[in-house]
């Protein structure tokens, strides 16, 4: 009949494919290591260099797994949904803005890790078994092209209050608050800065001719006149260490980052509750605020490593400097109201 | 043959594919769905209802609409003049325009929406038009990616048309625009209609061009779904939206499948061969250069973008392809994802043409009953299916439900290929079910009366006719795979990303040689994609995406 011709071609053609994704898996088995496998799960910008993980490895004797996919948000969401059963040991990336659902919901099991000097500063207020501990941090913050103020005989803006200024009308370009981080990053400094008034402030920035992108490619790469195409506005919302990235080769950065209008975003490791190896899980959380992961954040994934006197690349030792004192808004806080202001934010931006 | 075999067989046939869709589609979606109605383990469905009567779910679904319904009236408005002129007339380079106009279908929408906003961005050539951000621009993206399907579609039907109807209209004094109206557009009429209706499912379940050209001022519900699954974890939301979604999308599939009646494959056909243009194809050959004008610019965009370091022109940025990155944004190289994507796609290929042929087969057997035909066209319609659901919604599905043996599959690495393969499946199955639509069952009588036994009457009247039909649907599938990025950033691997999942994380980082890299891997995905589809034009299928 048909359907023995139909199941000989699919036998034929599964053979095939067993071959084909059989030759990846090969390569993974041979350095399977005597101590079982650690699985980490994380967000599609987790990028550690591969003598990084080797080290790990060595030292340690778990192979590592890295299952990486979404962004902080939908990892989360993920740990939330599969927190009965958790698809790995360790997961990395939960950042302040979301970590309160993942406490809340009993993703993570304590831990009592160590903390190398620093570490304690970005601790999750509120995280009373230290189910979390700090990774790496960054500031969500106003980035200006200052050679095209410097061009336009014009003086760049400097504080959030600036931002609504005539004079720089039709200049600000920022990804969504809902949709994309650092945008929500931002819609906290506002209201952090300006209290219950902050859908006032919202108004007047939109009234002044903002304009909203659904992510930062989008925002940054898009519109800001120092991105990859050829936009037309000067203002972005971005990071501190943004302005590592347009250094002009001689000697100096076309962009700064304004330190009055910054939110610190941190990132988080923890055990996960009903690891199937929690001694490797915790074996990775310790390695992951190590000299070799902290030394090669700032490189591999664009944040700031939380060990004090760990080195810095020479460019973002000279270009990218952090505020010393940022806005903050309690996580609790966030995590009870962020669904409430994310509407009033949509209302008030979509008018 | 008795009485039972003939459903014996149809379940044969149909079992795999049934239970693969089951497993790897229903079980999934139907897990997300209830945990919305059982959000802490109690039955709720209150919270489901309150979610359909929300102003915003209204404003949502009515902008998903109207925006659906405009881009695919646009889009057969330019698709029927380009598929008469690609698919009527012979001139040069007419296969290579055929492959060109599919490449957008596989561009990543990040990439296509920053193309796009550099020409209708406040500094761009068409900025003037103040369209940026405007629901003008996200319908022209939605044009952008499926006018194609209407090309295709329609231009295979108009092809194989009996030409005779017309010429006898005409030499009894007919205009040519009595012609065009009274006989051949009633004849293209069901390849349109199902076109559109394609098209208008495309559009509906969009994401990346809504939010990437709109701005985020516009949600539809793709978009909502996707908002509120993966960012505010409003389960009961999801499942309402999701539910609104499928039931538009089997009600939609029930018109279709109504009016896609196939030609009688008794009757013999004299399709016109293409001819020379002449004088009076000059509107529609303005119009295809029109269109052809429209995808290409956006696309050299691209390419000029590619091409440039700094102020200077260099190769630079492909150079920089076998690198990781100039901060190393990457694992692993650019060349390594496309060999990663090459494979993903290969795997992909093979689950949905061994589905998709399984599934037509199926379909398209003569059927004695009415009850018979029903389950058929059920079975058809159950297959379109995937096209109507979110991925975020299947992504966490799979999470949430295969999770425990047997179906332990979560971690699986055949899940990236086995999603893309159930993107790609629709499209195989309308390849190849109208050529098998097509073959003659007398055929198939005459050799089983001449002694052949079935295998034998396959291999020499279906599989003749079959092989090149099943190439282009693999070239179709295999696009559809590459250019995959909604499941696949669900699911895909840190160890093994594909060239779409790499380019989306090159333009997320600043740094102005990664994005040049993201702009040189994004013309060698479509370079790729237009060798495929140029090799699958070479097989001359004539029903090749008859939709």
């Known amino acids: 009949m048909k359907s023995i011709s139909a199941v000989l071609l699919t036998c034929a053609f599964a053979t095939a494919s067993c071959s084909l994704i059989g030759t990846g898996d090969d390569e993974e088995r041979a350095t399977a290591q005597a101590g079982g496998e650690v699985v980490l799960v994380t967000h599609e910008s987790f990028v550690l260099p591969d003598e990084v993980q080797a080290a790990f490895e060595e030292q340690s004797g778990y192979e590592l797994v890295v299952r990486a996919s979404g962004d902080a948000g939908s990892l989360t969401n993920k740990l939330v949904l599969t927190k009965d059963d958790p698809t790995g040991d360790v997961a990395f990336g939960v950042d302040n803005t979301f970590a309160s659902r993942a406490l809340e919901e009993g993703v993570f099991d304590g831990y ?58 039709d200049l600000f370009v920022l990804p969504s608050a809902a949709t994309s981080s650092p945008g929500l990053a931002f819609l906290l400094t506002t209201i952090a800065a300006k209290g219950d008034a902050w859908p006032d402030y919202w108004a007047d920035l939109m009234d002044n001719g903002a304009l909203l992108t659904s992510g930062w490619s989008e925002a940054y790469q898009g519109d800001f006149t120092q991105g990859g195409g050829e936009g037309e506005r000067p203002i972005v919302l971005s ?63 664009y944040v700031f490593p939380v060990v004090d006197d760990t080195p810095l690349p020479e460019d973002w030792a000279t270009f990218a400097q952090q505020p010393t004192d940022p806005w903050a808004v309690d996580p609790a806080e966030v995590a009870a109201n962020r669904d409430d202001w994310l509407t009033q934010w949509r209302d008030v931006t979509t008018g | ?111 296509v929406g920053v193309a796009f906003r550099q020409l209708l961005g406040e500094a761009g050539p068409l900025g003037f038009l103040g369209l940026d951000g405007t629901p003008v621009a996200i319908v022209a993206g939605l044009v952008f990616f499926n006018a194609a399907v209407v090309i295709r579609a329609v231009g295979a039907s108009w092809e194989s048309m009996d030409a005779r109807p017309a010429e006898a209209a005409a030499a009894l004094g007919a205009s040519p625009r009595q012609v065009f109206l009274t006989v051949t557009l009633p004849s293209l009429r069901p390849a349109i209609v199902s076109a559109a209706s394609v098209v208008f499912l495309f559009c509906a379940t969009s994401f990346g061009v809504v939010l990437t050209l709109g701005g ?13 699954t993966t960012d505010l974890l409003d389960l009961p939301g999801a499942a309402a939206l999701s539910i609104v979604q499928l039931v ?50 956006p696309l050299l965009t691209l390419l000029a973008g590619s091409l440039q370091v700094g102020d200077a022109w260099s190769l630079d940025n492909y150079r920089a392809l076998t690198t990781t990155g100039s901060e190393q944004a990457l694992l692993a190289p650019v060349t390594e994802a496309l060999v ?30 009415r009850a018979e035909r029903r389950v058929r066209g059920v079975l058809d319609g159950f297959f379109m299916l995937p096209l109507g659901v979110s991925a975020a919604t299947l992504g966490f599905g799979f999470l949430i439900t295969l999770d425990s043996p047997p179906l332990d599959l979560r971690d699986s690495p055949l899940l990236v290929p086995l999603a893309q393969a159930l993107v790609a499946l629709p499209l195989v199955v309308r390849t190849l079910v109208p050529v098998l639509d097509g073959i003659d069952d007398r055929q198939r009588q005459a050799a089983a009366s001449l002694g052949a036994g079935p295998l034998r009457a396959v291999v020499t009247v279906d599989l003749p006719v079959l092989w090149k039909p099943l190439l282009a649907a693999s070239g179709f599938a295999f696009a559809a795979s590459l250019g995959e990025f909604g499941a696949t950033a669900f699911l895909a691997r840190d160890d093994h990303p594909t060239l779409p999942v790499v380019i989306f994380r090159l333009i997320g980082h600043p740094g102005a040689m990664n994005y040049g890299m993201a702009l040189a891997a994004s013309v060698v995905l479509a370079a790729t994609t237009a060798l495929v589809m140029a090799a699958v034009e070479r097989l001359r299928v004539p029903s090749l995406g008859a939709i």
């Open chain 2, 216 to 228: 985020t001022r516009y949600s539809s519900v793709e978009t909502e779904i996707y908002l509120l």
């Open chain 1, 112 to 169: 009592e890790h160590p903390t190398p000097a620093g570490v304690s500063d970005f601790e999750l207020p509120g995280d009373e078994e230290h189910a979390l501990t700090p990774v790496d941090n960054g500031n969500v913050c106003v980035n200006v092209d200052d050679t095209w103020f410097e061009t336009e005989g014009i003086a760049p803006p400097e504080t959030l209050e600036d931002l609504t200024d005539p004079t720089y009308e």
């Open chain 2, 248 to 297: 538009a999308v089997v009600v939609l599939l029930a018109i279709a499948g109504r009016l896609r009646a196939s030609a009688d494959p008794s009757i013999v056909r004299v399709p016109a061969r293409p001819r020379r243009p002449r004088r009076s194809d000059l509107g529609q050959l303005v119009a295809t250069g029109l269109l052809l004008a429209f995808v290409a610019v």
């Open chain 1, 239 to 301: 990071y501190d260490s943004s302005p590592a990235f347009t250094v002009d080769g001689e000697g100096g950065t076309s962009t700064s980052a304004l330190l009055d209008t910054c939110f610190t975003q941190v990132e988080y490791a923890g055990v996960l509750a009903g690891a199937a190896n929690p001694e490797g899980a915790r074996a990775l959380v310790d390695f992951m605020t190590g000299p070799e992961v902290q030394a090669a954040l700032p490189d591999s994934m």
């Open chain 2, 1 to 111: 043959m008795n009485t039972w075999r003939r459903p014996v067989t149809l379940l044969a046939l149909a079992l795999v594919p049934v239970v693969v869709l089951g497993v790897f589609f229903v079980l999934p979606v139907s897990g997300m769905v209830a945990r919305g109605f059982w959000p802490d383990g109690a039955f709720a469905p209150g919270e489901v209802l309150d979610v359909l009567t929300r102003p915003r779910t209204g404003r949502v679904v009515w902008f998903t609409v109207w925006s659906a319904g405009v881009a695919t009236l646009l889009a057969v408005a330019v698709g029927l003049p380009a598929a008469y002129v690609l698919h009527r007339l012979d001139f040069p380079l007419r296969r290579a325009v055929r492959a060109a106009l599919l490449v957008p279908f596989v561009l990543p929408t990040v990439v």
């Open chain 2, 340 to 369: 990663t994507s090459l494979r993903t796609a290969l795997d992909a290929s093979w689950m949905a043409l061994s589905l998709g042929l399984l599934v037509a087969l199926a379909v398209t057997r003569r059927s004695r009953s």
